[in-house]
């Protein structure tokens, strides 16, 4: 079974930095989807960014990037330019088969970012 | 907005009783999924339905259970509900089981 680890429950940055947040998973598949989404207090999950397992590229979003190390199984999300907008929870979440049956989303625990003006 | 609709926003039920949840999917999209979000929590999968037939369940008791209709909208069904079922209820829809769009959910209190 495939987990998904985020180990720090909450972040603050000042608007305008950068803030990373991580996320580690654990999986014996190689070819799988990984994924950022935002849920702002409206509740509906957004979509941030999505990487591919066999791209070696680091994925790119305007002011959203990941760092993803497939060796190590890490996956962290680097925003830059903060804007109070972003205050948000933030999930890391998998997703294996990429397409197909039973390709459903396994999400983190999730992040409470606060931006401060 | 993703185009992913779902009724109702809130509804508070007493143990014991039965609710449906419903979930308008976007167009064109074939494929729908159910997830469970506790509070503090991050959503659990439930079970997705691909062209009206389930494609896959997640570690729900079979009180849970679902449908999905020939233009792909679909309803979520909770059987004999209990306290613990109280949650956030988000229904995503993709097109050929890939990339998903969520809806902003159906929160749910058992009391």
């Known amino acids: 079974a495939q987990t998904v680890t985020q180990s720090q429950p909450e972040m603050s940055v000042q608007e305008a930095e950068t803030v990373t947040l991580s996320c580690t998973y654990d999986?014996?598949?190689?070819?799988?989807?990984l994924f950022w989404y935002k849920q702002p207090p409206s509740r509906q999950m957004i979509l941030v960014i999505r990487?591919?397992?066999?791209?070696?590229q680091n994925a790119t979003e305007n002011r959203f990037s990941v760092n993803f190390q497939k060796a190590a199984k890490s996956f962290s999300l680097k925003i830059s330019d903060s804007q109070l907008g972003d205050t948000a929870m933030y999930f890391c979440?998998?997703?294996?088969?990429?397409?197909?049956?039973?390709?459903?989303?396994?999400f983190g625990k999730g992040i409470t970012l606060s931006v401060r003006p | 907005e993703t185009g992913v609709t779902q009724s109702p926003t809130h509804l508070i039920k007493t143990r014991g009783q039965q609710v449906t949840l419903r979930c308008s999917s976007q167009?064109?999209?074939?494929?729908v999924s159910w997830y469970q979000q506790a509070l503090g929590q991050g959503p659990q999968f439930i079970f997705q339905?691909?062209?009206?037939?389930?494609?896959g369940r997640g570690n729900f008791p079979p009180r849970f259970s679902g449908l999905q209709f020939p233009n792909y909208s679909s309803e979520l069904n909770v059987n004999a509900l209990e306290l613990d079922d109280s949650a956030l209820y988000l229904c995503?829809?993709?097109?050929?089981?890939?990339?998903?769009?969520f809806g902003q959910g159906t929160r749910l209190t058992v009391v």
């Open positions: 979440a998998f997703m294996n088969p990429p397409t197909g049956a039973n390709s459903k989303l396994t």
């Open positions: 999986t014996s598949e190689n070819n799988y989807y």
């Open positions: 339905y691909y062209r009206e037939e389930e494609n």
């Open positions: 990487q591919e397992a066999y791209k070696q």
């Open positions: 167009s064109g999209h074939n494929t």
């Open positions: 995503a829809s993709s097109l050929d089981r890939r990339e998903a769009f």
